[in-house]
């Protein structure tokens, strides 16, 4: 654990009360058989809006606290832990940032204070095929007028279907896959020609795909500059991926215990499976493993907060490394529980689930590691 | 008469080739998978008539002796059997848990009488059978069952409750491992076959993480049982559980070969993920991941062949069915992680639109696939086993399975 | 282990036999402690040749017993167990391959019968840089009257200072890199301008690295055609692989059954440590790889004796797991002994050094996965 | 008066650069590798007077209070110490285990005449102090050691085996643990400073799969020792060697951070492989696994710098330790793998032409690393320690570690 300031502490120790009384595991579960149209309980959401988590990383001139990243990334390991389902990390990290960090004033001001009261939400919409390929932009914007039309499609956007605005992702200029000549968007969910198809997936959260088709939007839509929006889109995303990091390492962790718990009350050949060596060797693996996960999730929020050079570098040793870690943290739940951990019944499904879209989303494991060894120059 | 008087494997090949060439429908060729679909038995016409020729031919079960049912064939004839079936699309439409477990076990150990009453409905397809081993209490260490018999003089009474009864919910009957002696652990144990028809049987559908239900608890309140339903001795059922849990490792063991006739991942990642100008996976990191999967699926299907032409010889399955069981778990599940990553965000879908049926019946099998290092002897006992019975170390514990 | 003919059994049984009476490790012990000047003994390889191994795929016709390639795997599994050094794979495998499959009925008269009888040791010289990489030739091969002139160098060539003569790669068009241009030429190690550098190996055999500088050879001295040599070296160098990749098989199972003994034997915290389960499932797994790996040598072996049309991919598969099993028992024999392993006295040293020089030779696993994709098409 | 009165640091920082400026010679910049070389200490006269300097500032010992010949120095103001010394290219000439564990321990647990005897020495570097905790029998067990320490009235009789005692060939004393009570395991341990000097006393340089003989076994043959030698209670020496070897593992797990200064292999990997048009390294397989051990090097060196924060409250080595022991043998294992597997042929050489000199070094530290998760508790031991100690986990045999 990062050594914490008062503030941080505090958040911490609220989020951890909050989600053990109001956002257990089993809440998620009723959510999901209730199978809820957004893939979360709008009410459970506005809670946390109330605790002002929707403004941790938004300045207070625009309504937030401006607790900056390791204060979010505290309240979603928190939420990771009990698989909460919220829009919390696209509207109030994702989006966020991207206004954060590209918004003229005026876009902070009409957008930025909805969002910290958690009214508004906002995500980002950004890939268009199967995997995460941020540089790969189809949709294009054409000048229109003074503002601008859009066509074109994007894929999996997450809480697409509780989003009242998007960030897209546009081509003005050059091909699908060059870094140059991708703006960026700001556009509302109701806008003429923006159709929206929502997406049940397997670990129940809310996602869409969007058809644009000829999507008209005014000057004052554009984020940042024409053409230049690569560098901008870069940032916010590693924002997001150091929140989900975050959001990764609470679920690991509570994977974890949740099959410690198991190790130390099942009985198998007459003692409890934890007095298993081969087991024990196990557990004392993950275990180091989430140690190790955890230093990386924590430098990568850090070094966003102190604006590091080698932030970039951080957040994807932080996605890769969590990505590894709940990828065997979770199937070891299942293969530790026997039986019990195949049943739906049981949780160790759910956070099996929630694991391969988390490792999935913004990037996974080898999309990570080939970043990292760019940005090493190799 | 003895069985397979023709020891000639070339010789059947003629006779097997127009054979299945009268008998086999042309609307089935290839349509093997239908059998596996949930539920009871396929309605199709010409799935009946085909169940019938096999049925009264024998070779469902082909190796199995003709007095009751079987084809009475060589080994070798059976291979030219199933190579002549496969050269023309053809499948058997008898299997499941008789032919699998219950009726090998059922020739080496019951009495005349069981296997008259038993082998040959399973040898016709006609008697669904579960396998009510497991308990709740009971995962890994399978001795610790505590399903009630007791001895009421004219019949067993049973009570208890057991659980992964796969399709117990469609079953016939049920072979079960029942305690008829508290004091003793293994040697408390029989064998014993229950009608799923009894009065106090009762089966609840178990929801799994791939939202699928084969699996059952079964209960059992007071069921009579009559007396000869006990196979082998009392307190003999440890020995016959053991060989029975062979041929289903065998058969597991299998599973990963199953893979052999789906499109392989690399065939799969063409479609999902760039490649390079020279035609190669771009994501050079998950082009490795492939290509060590694809050899080790490759390693595993020349071992499992390897094995069967060195068991030719032998009587059964051997103690290296443990590897293969272990090893057939890894590469399947090894295989269906690929696949998900390969399809990516097309490869987290649960229903409904935006995705294909193949996308969605990814996620249902890797999710389901879970299970191969758990049943059938989770993947830590075939360990155990290795270590103890094939290696010769110590048991760590002193118990002694 | 393979169904085998009478003769196969006959040929390993003949060398299970005399490996652990004549060549045991501590001959190869002995060897190394020596320093002998070619990395192995030659009244050793003397007796091997002796009982026939050296023309076990040598056809009757020139002085060997065509038994193939699966007997002469079966003898060097054997030689492998004991870590015995000789030029066996160097030369009445690969280079005995070479002439069986591209020489000329003149250049098989003249050489197979000598290599046949153990008098004649030849060699591959086939890489020129620190890594397999059989199409970086650059030895160039110019026309000089009726014959040819060589100049470049070749790398690391297996008992390079015992050999008489080389099979060696050379560029007569084309680019290094090419396949086509590559041409093979027989060239005797006493040629004139031909400079050998002796190289003292962590593995303690023999191997040189070789200079040529302007060497003449004359027109009998081309093995197959003018710059079509690819095909012939690549099956050439299948064989010298799969053979070596039924070494390693044995030397692994040795590793294993060594390192199995000792858990039998050796006492900690009251027990022999075999007792421990996290050291018996990694036992079992250890077993469980060598068994898979077993599989995948001797399809191989038969793939070649069948001229089988998947040998190139089998053969990579083969030496692929040969090293990932080799890598992984070795180290294990290490670290399951503790510190006596790592004392000199000890064998798993000797072991481990043989698994390292082994998995490189010929390709190492990231150099024939890369081939089995490119064999699959992707 | 009382140690480091000034508690800011940034106060010290200007005290510290200007006597590193009058006092660490130019010719050592950079030379700290020097201090490693097998055998006695360097002859060099800047050496000796850089020695000489550190030794009576207490600065190799920063922490260490002044009455014992240490800094005096708050924690913090050592860390400023370092980044001074770091920035000035200087390095420490007092080393060993004296220092890094002998030291700690005797100022923990030493009897007050015990620091004032051994303390200082060690302080100023010009004691060399060897470890005599394991024996043959003993290896991870460390508490089945046997040899005997007797109550010969006015002194200690020693008899038996040390093995893997560094550097005992060059070491003037040895801290010990002996056995002075048969009939119990724990409490039957004691701990004992033996002088090297001793009549009985016989050391044989082991010979490692490396080549090099940094270890010895130890013969204690009727050695007398002085009672007052003896550290602790009679038979509290396990304890006090639990401790101690806390203070072992935090050191080795910087093992692996010690390839810090050391090139990365990705840069290493240029110079020996391919690359691709766009500058990358073209075996994408070995691309895919340094980029990996790069990462695992870096959430290694993360975890090492968080732990170092965490415990700065706490008053020494915490449980998690056996972490960063493990993680940092693997970290540095791997990187030795990859460095061989990335040189190719070239990393295959033992002595000779052929070959540079970072080449036979890579091979040589390749096969030595493969004791770092061997000795100070193997990663086995560590592993279970985890499970037992941090995890909760019961012990699957009852003894009491």
């Known amino acids: ?378 | 008469m003895p069985d397979h008087p023709a020891a000639d494997p070339e010789a059947f090949r003629a006779e097997a080739r127009a054979w299945l060439a009268a008998n086999f429908p042309a609307s089935l060729k290839g349509r093997g998978g239908v059998m596996m679909a949930e539920g009871g038995l396929p309605s199709e016409p010409d799935i009946r008539a085909w169940t019938r020729a096999m049925a009264d031919k024998g070779w469902g079960v082909p190796t199995w002796p003709r007095a009751y049912g079987g084809g009475g064939l060589a080994p070798a004839q059976a291979k030219v059997l199933q190579q002549e079936m496969s050269a023309a699309g053809a499948w058997s439409p008898i299997g499941g848990m008789g032919v699998m477990m219950l009726g090998p076990t059922l020739l080496e150990y019951g009495a005349e009488a069981q296997k008259q009453r038993h082998i040959p409905p399973i040898a016709r397809g006609e008697a669904r059978w579960c396998q009510g081993f497991s308990e709740p209490g009971a995962g890994s260490d399978l001795a610790s069952l505590q399903t009630r018999c007791e001895d009421a003089g004219d019949h067993w009474l049973v009570n208890g409750q057991k659980i992964w009864t796969s399709g117990a919910q469609w079953a016939d009957w049920c072979f079960c491992l029942v305690r008829t002696d508290q004091a003793r652990k293994h040697e408390g144990i029989s064998f014993l076959l229950i009608d799923m028809r009894s009065g106090g049987v009762e089966t609840r559908p178990i929801r799994l993480i791939s939202g699928n239900s084969p699996f059952c608890e079964t209960f059992f309140t007071d069921v009579k049982v009559p007396k000869d339903n006990l196979v082998g001795p009392l307190g003999g059922g440890w020995t016959i559980a053991k060989r029975l849990l062979q041929h289903e490792r065998g058969g597991l063991a299998g599973a990963g070969r199953g893979g052999l006739t789906a499109e392989p991942v690399s065939d799969l990642a063409k479609g999902y993920l760039d490649l390079d100008d020279a035609g190669r996976i771009a994501d050079s990191d998950l082009r490795a991941r492939i290509a060590g999967h694809e050899m080790d699926l490759m390693a595993f299907q020349l071992t499992a062949a390897r094995s069967m032409r060195e068991s030719r010889s032998n009587s059964g399955p051997s103690a290296a069915t443990s590897i293969m069981k272990n090893a057939g778990a890894r590469v399947a599940q090894d295989r269906a992680e690929l696949t998900l990553e390969i399809m990516g965000n097309q490869g987290l879908g649960w229903e409904g639109e935006g995705f294909t049926r193949d996308e969605l019946a990814a996620v249902r099998g890797w999710l389901g696939g879970k299970a191969f290092s758990i049943y059938g002897g989770s993947a830590e006992v075939q360990d155990s086993i290795i270590a103890k019975r094939i290696l010769g170390l110590p048991d760590p514990l002193g118990q002694s399975r």
């Open chain 1, 1 to 378: 654990m990062a050594v914490l300031t008062e503030e941080q502490s505090l958040l911490r120790d609220a989020a951890r009360t909050w989600t053990q009384e109001k956002s257990s595991v089993s809440a998620f579960r009723n959510m999901r058989d209730a199978a809820l149209p957004l893939g979360y309980d709008p009410a459970t959401f506005a809670e946390m809006a109330a605790m002002g988590w929707c403004g941790v990383i938004i300045p207070e001139e625009y309504g937030g606290s401006g607790f900056g990243y390791l204060g979010l990334g505290l309240i979603l390991e928190e939420t990771g832990r009990t698989l909460t389902a919220s829009p919390l990390l696209a509207t109030a990290l994702a989006a966020a940032s991207a206004l954060v960090l590209g918004g003229s004033e005026a876009q902070k001001r009409r957008w930025l204070p909805g969002i910290a009261t958690g009214d508004l939400v906002a995500t980002l919409a950004v890939d268009e095929g199967a995997h995460h390929a941020p540089r790969k932009v189809a949709l294009a914007a054409g000048r229109n007028g003074e503002g601008w039309r859009l066509d074109g499609a994007k894929a999996f956007v997450l809480e697409g279907m509780a989003a009242e605005v998007f960030v897209v992702s546009a081509r003005t200029s050059g091909q699908s896959g060059d870094e140059g000549g991708i703006t960026l968007f700001l556009v509302a969910a109701d806008a003429q020609g923006l159709i929206r198809q929502s997406l049940k997936l397997a670990d129940s959260r809310g996602a869409a795909n969007l058809a644009f088709e000829g999507v008209e939007v005014g000057p004052d839509a554009m984020l940042g500059e024409v053409d230049a929006g690569w560098p901008l889109l870069d940032q916010i995303l590693d924002r997001a991926r150091a929140g989900l990091a975050a959001e990764m390492l609470g679920t690991a962790v509570q994977a974890f215990e949740t099959t410690l718990d198991y190790l130390k009350v099942r009985v198998q050949f007459g003692q409890v499976i934890g007095a298993f060596q081969a087991l024990q060797h196990r557990a004392a693996a993950m275990f180091t493993d989430l140690e190790l996960a955890r230093s990386c999730v924590e430098a990568a929020l850090i070094a966003i907060d102190e604006s590091s050079p080698d932030t970039a570098e951080l957040v994807s040793l932080a996605k890769a490394k969590m990505g590894e870690t709940l990828h065997r943290v979770s199937n070891e739940m299942v293969q530790m529980h026997g039986g019990i951990g195949m049943t739906d019944a049981h949780d160790a499904g759910l956070y099996l689930k929630r694991a391969r879209a988390a490792e999935t989303a913004f990037g996974g494991q080898a999309f990570h590691r080939d970043r990292y060894a760019r940005l090493q120059g190799y």
